[in-house]
């Protein structure tokens, strides 16, 4: 995939609705077998791990998620937190469940160091789809960003 299609479709997930990243990227991968864009990560370990790495917003298909995805997975820095219950996503038109979004906060373990300390807010979105029956439910998106930095003195 040229860099050219890999910006189009990065800076349609950016500004994409809900709905439009179940029905264009998450269905077709489970349904139909498409393949996820080769320049997005395929993370199975993305709960594990400090999201301080990433310089922009990273989209991440996520295979297999487990139960406790979220809960109480981390690394050494912290670890992703729920921060409400799922979000129903329906089709606009129609009303029918397509599937849920969960928003989760990275949370920093405290640290007893001195001085300027840099504050990061990271955020993720999880999508999956309504199905239970699917084999391959397991499979979620994931939109990890950024939300603010800011300097504090500890």
Request: aromatic share 10%; glycine share 6%.
């Amino acid at each position: 995939m040229a860099s050219a299609e890999y910006l189009r479709i990065r800076n349609e997930l950016m500004g994409a609705g809900d709905e439009l990243i179940l029905s264009r990227y998450l269905k077709p991968m489970i349904d139909e077998g498409a393949s996820w864009p080769q320049h997005f990560d395929e993370d199975s370990d993305v709960f594990n791990k400090n999201p301080s790495a990433i310089s922009n917003t990273l989209f991440v298909i996520v295979k297999p998620r487990t139960e406790t995805c979220g809960k109480t997975d981390g690394c050494e820095y912290g670890s992703w937190r729920t921060m409400a219950g799922d979000k129903l996503i329906k089709n606009e038109e129609t009303g029918k469940l397509l599937g849920f979004k969960k928003i989760l906060k990275f949370c920093l373990k405290k640290t007893k160091t001195r001085g300027r300390e840099y504050k990061r807010s990271w955020v993720m979105e999880e999508y999956r789809l309504a199905s239970k029956w699917n084999p391959k439910q397991d499979h979620v998106i994931c939109k990890i960003r950024l939300l603010w930095v800011h300097t504090c003195r500890t």
